[in-house]
């Protein structure tokens, strides 16, 4: 993955006509840009299609507009371009569903000081108890790493409104995690 540095100033060569720095562009992000989609759709020809057309748009418009993250204002296109595909064919997006999957890595969760793979279980599984906006910014933070501007952008919500719902998603896995522990506890 590039930095932001880099992405930005690939993205104004791009803009200046370098297509070598879109393609790289293309190559730093797409993998990015699939895993987020994947979220979103199990069909893997709309995605690639979508990812394809998203980059087809971002070469002919070369937006004149700054922006502050290549890889949000990618993945916030890349989610839009999915609900007007979904809306297109008449289904919905299930973009609020409990259906949709963030799946969390062991490796980069709030997990990686616990030991056991139990609790590494049960803290999966208390996150399928949150809600999909919760999950949604809890893989944007941590799994992605965006910063909150980022992630605000990409959910379309203000900066403060983003620290808001990060903190009342930790809290409440904290509250599920407590009560899961609770109940382990009552059975020993």
Excluded at 38 to 57: G, V
Excluded at 111 to 133: G, P, W
Aim: charged fraction near 25%; proline fraction near 1%; hydrophobic fraction near 40%.
């Amino acid at each position: 993955m590039s930095s932001a540095t880099e992405d930005i100033t690939l993205w104004e060569s791009f803009r200046k006509g370098d297509r070598d720095a879109f393609a790289a562009l293309f190559r730093s992000h797409y993998e990015t840009l699939y895993r987020f989609g994947s979220k979103f759709t199990a069909d893997s020809e709309l995605l690639e299609d979508t990812i394809q057309e998203l980059f087809i748009e971002v070469w002919q418009a070369k937006s004149t507009s700054p922006i502050l993250s290549v890889k949000a204002y990618l993945l916030k296109a890349l989610k839009y371009k999915l609900l007007k595909a979904f809306r297109k064919s008449g289904r919905l997006l299930p973009l609020y569903d409990s259906d949709v999957n963030f799946e969390f890595s062991h490796e980069t969760l709030l997990i990686a000081e616990q030991e056991s793979a139990e609790r590494k279980r049960k803290v999966l599984e208390a996150l399928q108890k949150l809600s999909h906006r919760q999950r949604e910014i809890i893989y944007l933070k941590y799994y992605q790493n965006l910063s909150y501007e980022e992630v605000s952008e990409i959910m379309n919500i203000n900066y403060q409104v983003a620290r808001n719902l990060l903190y009342q998603a930790i809290k409440s896995l904290k509250s599920i995690l407590a009560g899961t522990m609770e109940l382990f506890l009552l059975f020993l």
